[in-house]
């Protein structure tokens, strides 16, 4: 049978035989309504519960278009765990289903952004760097220090490794190490590059122009939309998975700040380079001046004196650009590249914030302890940005198990642009989920618990924390609204359990990587793992390793962010409810997605058990019960604690994990050619894993020994918008020390948490 003939139900059913699955109703309602829309060119939007095996349902219709028609389908997601997902576990075993059918194995690729790729031109000690002595290394020493053991191992992989993706390489190594082998697009020299041939990122998406399927994430789509660089090759579908989180991942890829570090470190870096480079110093120390008498919060209009420090800061900078021009057949030069690109991304957010765009919101972020002022701005909306970039000339396919709220499509839609006067035609299918919800998890409020306040989790909710993970035998994972109230809730549980001598361990997000923490989550029954926004979503641990989900708050904006306020005001000024159209959308989406956590099989059992009365008692209740899976809900504890001990007691063994695949340019390696791989870097003198830390509230970056209360800087921090270059200034350490180790601990230096 040949590609063209080849029909859907002959696809579908080859693959579903070929992964050793059955028939689902709602897989094949999908993969037919994904395979109508590509056909009729009409966008979708697909609600597919756990367990529907929506993946499946898109990427079979996606490689019969993309066979047929000789150019790839793209597949989008937001988290690095679907897209390993995909790669190394779906595709492979759908590809060698789909061979016979088709005639040929389709092929895919996975492609990502050259931060995530290593450098070949920086392995030779082609950028200069702060420690670029360190890329002269040879054999390992027994003396080098962790940081330099980290590059060693770096360069030993560059040997051998065949996609020189980052994630590829176990266990992982710092962000500081990472930074010696790698450039953003910005420092990228491109075409002029000595190393273009061997360029990694260029290779995999030279590669990718071939394959039928391409997977990358939502940023990089969007980077790729938004600022036509092309990085894409020419596609008519486009697939995106976890769509409930794609306005959030545009909104972020669009969102610039400005800081008077910033400005100085773009000075620095000119140096040399220009004889208006300590212009541009002079401009950051009176932007620093005039940011510093600013209120924190959202600036409705740019006061005079910040309009002419911006305008210093756009005009000096703009100066030194003439300056740091290459002059025509000049060789390749790295620091003038890395320098550029430092005072070209000064120059624009400055430029952006003068401009004074319509739906931009410009906001000041202050660490009132330390000083420090950062300058932010974010379109109010994507959605007309979304409309024009995303569905012009493509079919879009949005999916998630969350696309629905209230029993509507209507506020997801608006958000993207698919709503209102000119907006594209599109059709909206729920297919429902597999699982018998009722029967499989029971949802239990404690309603007799304080609403949560402002001061953290309270000793009544880490009680009734307690009693629930006891009763579990650990199996649990906790979703919490801050990263703060994580650590803590692990610290507190850590040492009641330790005094009676329970065998439970605590994980918490931060002290590995988040893969690895799953991993170690899903191999032991009694263990449990603590955790904020990277968790309530993409984490997939099946059988009796998770049988109940905590969830301490409902997980709404702050009150006081920004673009938040922005998008109520604007809703409340067109006769809406800002509150329910914004705050209470958002803490929907956030909440069905955590609860999602629980079940993800047929065969699963358990409880998610919400800390937050308020879930009973507030008057938006309603909307955000109807927005989860339709569980036995319940109040009644005793009930559930003894759940949860026939639930331990009756457990059955916990599932193989697997660990993570070997990657090819095109997708995962066959099983010769990862050994061949694993073979050829066997003689090799490699370092082994980075040490571990002498215990979870302490850890080592860059030869820096952390305490627990330099910690908690770093948490106040990245709650209060601090910039990078001024807490490292704060710390008196280098940028990535601080980094690395913001990076262990899961923090991003302003990005807001989540909760009152």
Same mark, same amino acid.
């Given at each position: 049978m040949s590609a063209v003939t080849a029909s859907l139900d002959d696809l579908l059913h080859a693959a579903v035989g070929g992964i050793g699955g059955a028939d689902r109703p709602g897989q094949t309602r999908m993969a037919q309504a994904v395979d109508r829309a590509v056909e009729t060119g009409e966008h979708l939007l697909v609600q597919a519960g756990t367990g529907t095996g929506k993946s499946l349902a898109y990427l079979v219709p996606a490689v019969r278009h993309a066979v047929k028609a000789g150019q790839p389908a793209v597949v989008a997601t937001a988290t690095l765990a679907l897209q390993s997902q995909i790669v190394d576990r779906d595709l492979p075993r759908i590809a060698d289903a789909l061979a016979p059918v088709l005639g040929r194995r389709p092929t895919y690729a996975l492609v990502k952004g050259r931060r995530n790729y290593l450098c070949a031109h920086k392995l030779e000690g082609g950028f200069p760097d702060e420690d670029e002595s360190l890329m002269s290394l040879g054999q390992v020493d027994a003396r080098l220090s962790r940081l330099e053991q980290e590059v060693v191992r770096l360069r030993e992989w560059a040997d051998v490794t065949q996609s020189?993706?980052?994630?590829?390489?176990?266990?992982?190594?710092?962000?500081?190490?990472?930074?010696?082998?790698?450039?953003?697009?910005?420092?990228? %020299?491109?075409?002029?590059?000595?190393?273009?041939?061997?360029?990694?990122?260029?290779?995999?998406?030279?590669?990718?122009?071939?394959?039928?399927?391409?997977?990358?994430?939502?940023?990089?789509?969007?980077?790729?939309?938004?600022?036509?660089?092309?990085?894409?090759?020419?596609?008519?579908?486009?697939?995106?998975?976890?769509?409930?989180?794609?306005?959030? /991942?545009?909104?972020?890829?669009?969102?610039?700040?400005?800081?008077?570090?910033?400005?100085?470190?773009?000075?620095?870096?000119?140096?040399? $380079?220009?004889?208006h480079a300590s212009d541009v110093e002079d401009a950051a120390v009176l932007l620093e001046d005039v940011v510093a008498g600013l209120d924190e919060g959202r600036l409705t209009g740019l006061p005079d004196a910040l309009v002419l420090a911006l305008e210093r800061v756009r005009d000096t900078t703009r100066r030194v650009q003439s300056d740091l021009k290459p002059q025509p057949g000049a060789e390749a030069d790295g620091a003038r590249q890395v320098a550029r690109a430092a005072v070209d991304e000064v120059n624009e957010n400055a430029a952006r914030i003068l401009e004074q765009r319509e739906l931009d919101v410009v906001w000041v972020g202050r660490d009132q302890r330390r000083g420090t002022t950062t300058l932010r701005v974010a379109p109010m909306s994507v959605a007309m940005l979304v409309r024009d970039r995303v569905f012009e000339d493509r079919t879009v396919v949005l999916t998630s198990a969350t696309l629905e709220l209230g029993g509507t499509f209507d506020a997801v839609a608006g958000t993207i642009g698919l709503r209102g006067d000119g907006a594209p035609s599109w059709q909206g299918l729920d297919v429902g989920s597999p699982f018998d919800y009722p029967r499989q998890a029971i949802a239990y409020v404690a309603k007799h618990l304080p609403p949560p306040g402002r001061d953290g989790t309270s000793g009544q909710a880490l009680d009734e924390l307690e009693a629930l993970v006891r009763a579990a035998g650990g199996r649990t994972l906790g979703l919490f609204s801050s990263m703060r109230a994580a650590q803590n809730a692990a610290e507190e549980l850590r040492a009641r359990l330790k005094a009676d001598g329970t065998d439970i361990e605590? $994980?918490?997000?931060?002290?590995?990587?988040?893969?690895?923490?799953?991993?170690?989550?899903?191999?032991?029954?009694?263990?449990?793992?603590?955790?904020?926004?990277?968790?309530?979503?993409?984490?997939?641990?099946?059988?009796?390793?998770?049988? %109940?989900?905590?969830?301490?708050?409902?997980?709404?904006?702050?009150?006081?962010?920004?673009?938040?306020?922005?998008?109520?005001?604007?809703?409340?000024?067109?006769?809406?409810?800002?509150?329910?159209?914004?705050?209470?959308?958002?803490?929907?989406? /956030?909440?069905?997605?955590?609860?999602?956590?629980?079940?993800?099989?047929?065969?699963? /059992?358990?409880?998610?058990?919400?800390?937050?009365?308020?879930?009973?008692?507030? /008057?938006?209740?309603?909307?955000?019960q109807r927005s989860l899976p339709p569980f036995w809900p319940t109040t009644d504890r005793e009930l559930v604690l003894s759940a949860l001990r026939r639930l331990d007691e009756t457990a059955a063994p916990v599932l193989p994990v697997a660990e993570p695949a070997l990657r090819g340019l095109t997708g995962t390696l066959g099983a010769e050619a990862a050994a061949a791989v694993v073979a050829a870097a066997a003689p090799k003198p490699v370092a082994g894993p980075p040490p571990v830390a002498a215990s979870s509230r302490t850890a080592v970056t860059g030869g820096h020994a952390w305490t627990a209360e330099a910690d908690e800087e770093l948490r106040e921090a990245a709650d209060s918008g601090v910039d990078l270059d001024e807490l490292a200034e704060h710390l008196e350490l280098e940028p990535d020390v601080v980094a690395a180790r913001l990076e262990q601990l899961g923090l991003r230096l302003g990005e807001a948490t989540l909760g009152f």
């Open positions: 020189g993706d980052r994630d590829e390489l176990v266990p992982g190594v710092s962000e500081r190490a990472w930074r010696q082998v790698s450039v953003s697009a910005h420092e990228c %020299l491109g075409s002029t590059c000595p190393a273009v041939a061997e360029c990694f990122v260029e290779r995999s998406r030279e590669a990718a122009k071939d394959v039928d399927v391409i997977v990358t994430n939502h940023s990089f789509m969007a980077i790729d939309a938004f600022e036509g660089r092309q990085m894409l090759p020419e596609h008519d579908v486009l697939v995106v998975d976890e769509a409930h989180e794609l306005v959030d /991942r545009v909104t972020a890829t669009i969102t610039d700040e400005l800081s008077s570090g910033m400005v100085t470190a773009a000075g620095r870096r000119a140096g040399r $380079l220009s004889d605590v $994980l918490c997000q931060g002290e590995d990587q988040i893969s690895t923490l799953v991993r170690d989550f899903a191999r032991t029954a009694s263990t449990c793992l603590f955790g904020t926004l990277s968790l309530w979503q993409g984490v997939d641990v099946p059988g009796s390793s998770c049988q %109940l989900v905590v969830i301490d708050r409902i997980p709404f904006p702050r009150p006081d962010d920004p673009l938040a306020s922005a998008r109520a005001e604007a809703v409340a000024r067109m006769g809406g409810n800002g509150f329910m159209a914004v705050s209470a959308t958002h803490a929907a989406l /956030r909440l069905a997605q955590g609860a999602g956590r629980l079940v993800r099989r047929g065969d699963d /059992r358990g409880v998610v058990a919400f800390l937050d009365s308020r879930m009973m008692t507030a /008057r938006y209740a309603g909307f955000l």
